[in-house]
């Protein structure tokens, strides 16, 4: 019997296939892959497919990207080519690479001394089956190549501009300048044709038009200052994008550091102006940390509307802003990447094709009906939020609501048939606005429940998410912690509600929203189920933006003496203080406080009213206070803040100051949520002490909203910290037990009585805040029931009388 030795060239031949696969480039996909460059010398790339988060491929080799000294460029106009440039070497090069291909095309030399300049950004507008033209930015020059067989170039220097950023759109270059209004577009006109037919490359012309672009006046207030930003264009193959992406004043400078919130504005050629973006629509945008953008369809990603995926400098997150719900989803696509590594950016791997006129990027690869649906569902656990379906619903309503009626008329229900047991059982469940509804179905129902709403000792906080871009009004998403249930109320902005328009959440308390104007001018108190608003007077004109990182009123707008506060951190480590009572004056008090050592930087999140004084918490624990009072010293304000022995946490991560059963407590939240601690003040030795348990009390924290309640009686919510964060996948809001030390979610009736929320192996548990989603505009609320839907016959209260 002979045996059959294993053949060395057999053996080679497989190590060199596996080789092969390593260094070729990932499927093409329907979105982009996010490409993290990790190892000694960023020699490695980790990819990620948001398509399909659950494969991930970690050890790629690409030659083309790996090297610590490589920038490279890819917009959706480059149709798959990235530009590279390799600074590594002493002689510097620039080349196109094709991933989808593995075609590499060297550039010419760019000119000599290239490296005394900073490159800002770079377009290629023809991919190389044309002429290739590409341009790099540098201070106050456009260079542009005219193609790759010649090192011909025209220089174009406009002195008075600062460009940003470049986009080819629709046969046209789009210089972006971030200093001015103006903007300059740049169209190749044809080449002059020579005698027998050709053309003199090296005379073509480029038509330069430099046009004024409005900006867009408001700046999104959410959650506190918006002090710093960053600010990327991108574009889709339809429309030019900026995207500005606020953090307060510590926030930006810190590695997976909370940002208050997120705007998307689109440049509108016809008006001339930048305009905000309610809705994406089938848009989806990505953008990388250093150079890249990318864009495809929600359609063809299994989305039902669009998004902006992006990364962030120092951080390995992956963020998801929807427009419409006004939220932020985090996720980790690589918990253990290797050291080091550089941020992630975006790589496209596209295939041309046209759909109703269009240009769009689709997946390469054919694939059968069966994994295109389960590529729906792998990117639908994104999307699905509770406050989703709730809107979903709400929408269906509307647009139903004659046929509806109509069936209605031919076949009227059979109310009936439920028996009375039934029908207590099924009023029990309901909040105030559907038992108003429930009991005016039929004659039996309003005989059997009273018009009042009955008191509910099982009553907690909810989650109230306001979004006011809706064209047609107003929506109030409320979530119950308790039960994990939602609904939601609409209000039409009639003239006496246009201030919700646009209106940012600044506190909540005593079932009574503070809120501020679109334009940041016009604190107002608005209830939600009254529908009552107070107009407060318009802030004082200082000269300036106002960038309050807190606001908090004292006892109800109703009570005789209310009062209102707020802070702003401003630039010289100076802060202002604002205040007005009711019945006392009729403008808002504030004094500019000057000259400080920088030592106290207010957070993102409210004051506490809290002994009389209005107690404000800084990044570090240190601790400012304000008496508002009638006194004529220092404008009836006297800020004072406590001594150093306070600070005792991150200066770059908020922490939350919640009054709790006479103790002013302190909730002390780590990077991404990965510790949570509650401490109590210390008054006599001014120390921040760790507690280890709430008793029956359970906190609510947010930035706009922090307070205590204590937990209804068999509801499993005592010793819990609530945050306003959901999951990713609608398994309800996020809470922090001290029981178990770990993270949970709030779940149903029918889930309680099948497990014990408290259980360490179930499933719904966490370590840290990523696949949840933090929505931007929201607070926690105390809704007062006992008004139900009875308004207030004085609408005004006479708040300044």
């Not at 408001?218 to 889709?236: C, N």
């Not at 930006?252 to 208050?260: F, V």
């Not at 409320?478 to 009639?494: G, Q």
């Amino acid at each position: 019997m002979e045996r059959t030795l294993p053949s060395s060239t057999s053996s080679g031949s497989l190590l060199l296939n596996k080789r092969n696969e390593r260094r070729r480039p990932p499927s093409p996909k329907a979105a982009p892959w996010l490409v993290f460059q990790h190892g000694e010398g960023m020699k490695y790339q980790a990819l990620y497919n948001p398509c399909e988060p659950n494969n991930k491929i970690s050890t790629k080799y690409l030659p083309e990207l790996s090297g610590s000294e490589k920038i490279y460029w890819q917009k959706p106009c480059h149709q798959g080519w990235i530009v590279i440039l390799d600074k590594e070497k002493d002689d510097p090069t620039c080349f196109l690479w094709n991933p989808l291909s593995t075609v590499s095309i060297k550039l010419p030399k760019l000119f000599q001394g290239f490296m005394d300049y900073e490159i800002y950004d770079c377009v290629l507008t023809l991919p190389p089956n044309n002429n290739i033209n590409i341009l790099n930015v540098r201070e106050f020059m456009v260079f542009f190549l005219i193609s790759h067989e010649t090192t011909s170039k025209n220089l174009l220097v406009f002195r008075s501009l600062e460009i940003y950023s470049l986009h080819y759109l629709k046969g046209k270059l789009y210089v972006i300048c971030s200093s001015s209004d103006w903007q300059l577009e740049i169209e190749p006109k044809q080449q002059q044709q020579l005698a027998g037919g050709g053309h003199d490359k090296d005379n073509q012309t480029l038509s330069v038009r430099q046009f004024r672009v409005e900006r867009y006046p408001f700046i999104p207030h959410a959650a506190g200052s918006t002090t710093w930003s960053v600010l990327v264009y991108v574009e889709s193959f339809d429309h030019i994008f900026e995207v500005s992406i606020f953090y307060g004043k510590r926030g930006i400078n810190e590695p997976r550091a909370p940002a208050s919130t997120v705007q998307i504005l689109r440049l509108d050629l016809s008006l001339m102006a930048w305009v905000d973006v309610r809705s994406l629509g089938d848009d989806v945008l990505f953008i990388g940390t250093d150079s890249t953008s990318s864009y495809c369809s929600a359609a063809d990603m299994g989305l039902q509307r669009g998004c902006l995926f992006y990364t962030l400098p120092e951080d390995k997150s992956l963020y998801i802003y929807e427009v419409e719900d006004d939220g932020i989803t985090i996720v980790l696509p690589f918990p253990n990447l290797p050291t080091p590594w550089s941020p992630g950016n975006w790589m496209m791997i596209p295939t041309d094709n046209i759909r109703n006129g269009r240009r769009i990027t689709e997946n390469l690869l054919s694939r059968d009906d069966k994994e295109a649906e389960g590529y729906k569902i792998m990117v639908e656990k994104l999307k699905k939020t509770c406050i989703d379906d709730d809107e979903a619903a709400d929408g269906q309503n509307n647009n139903n609501s004659v046929r509806e009626m109509e069936v209605q008329v031919e076949t009227p229900p059979r109310w009936d048939i439920l028996d009375n047991d039934i029908v207590e059982l099924i009023a029990g469940y309901l909040n105030p606005k559907d038992y108003s509804r429930f009991r005016s179905v039929c004659k039996r129902n309003r005989s059997m429940f009273p018009q009042v709403y009955p008191p509910r000792p099982n009553v907690s906080p909810a989650l109230l998410v306001f979004n006011s871009f809706k064209d047609d009004g107003a929506i109030f998403n409320f979530v119950d912690p308790m039960h994990n249930e939602k609904y939601s109320m609409k209000k039409d902005l009639s003239s006496e509600h246009l201030l919700l328009e646009g209106a940012t959440i600044r506190f909540s308390k005593y079932g009574w929203l503070l809120l501020i104007s679109k334009d940041m001018k016009t604190p107002f108190f608005y209830d939600p189920l009254t529908k009552v608003i107070i107009r407060l007077p318009n802030f004082p004109d200082v000269g300036r933006m106002l960038h309050l990182s807190g606001m908090s009123f004292s006892s109800s707008p109703t009570s005789p003496d209310s009062a209102v506060f707020a802070i702003q951190p401003m630039n010289r480590n100076a802060i202002s203080i604002y205040a007005i009572k009711r019945g006392s004056c009729a403008y808002w008090r504030y004094l500019v406080l000057e000259n400080l050592d920088g030592s106290f930087v207010p957070c993102f999140n409210n004051p506490d009213f809290f002994r009389m004084e209005f107690f404000c918490l800084d990044y570090s624990g240190t601790l400012g206070r304000c008496v508002v009072n009638d006194n004529g010293d220092n404008n009836g304000l006297h800020w004072g803040v406590f001594s150093k022995p306070l600070k005792q946490f991150n200066d770059a991560f908020p922490s939350y100051l919640v009054e709790c059963d006479g103790n002013l407590l302190l909730v002390n939240v780590g990077p991404v949520g990965e510790t949570v601690g509650v401490f109590s003040l210390d008054w006599t030795n001014k120390v921040w002490t760790k507690i280890e348990s709430l008793g029956r009390h359970m906190l609510f924290i947010s930035s706009t909203s922090s307070f205590s309640a204590i937990a209804p009686p068999n509801s499993q919510m005592e010793n819990k910290v609530y945050f306003p964060r959901l999951h990713k996948d609608g398994r309800g809001l996020l809470f922090y037990s001290l029981d178990t030390g770990t993270y949970h979610y709030s779940i149903s009736r029918i889930q309680a009585q099948q497990k014990s929320i408290d259980d360490p192996a179930a499933p719904a548990s966490a370590t840290n805040f990523y696949d949840t989603k933090e929505m931007c505009n929201c607070t926690w609320i105390e809704p007062d029931w006992s008004q139900g839907n009875t308004p207030i016959d004085d609408p005004d209260h006479l708040w300044l009388a």
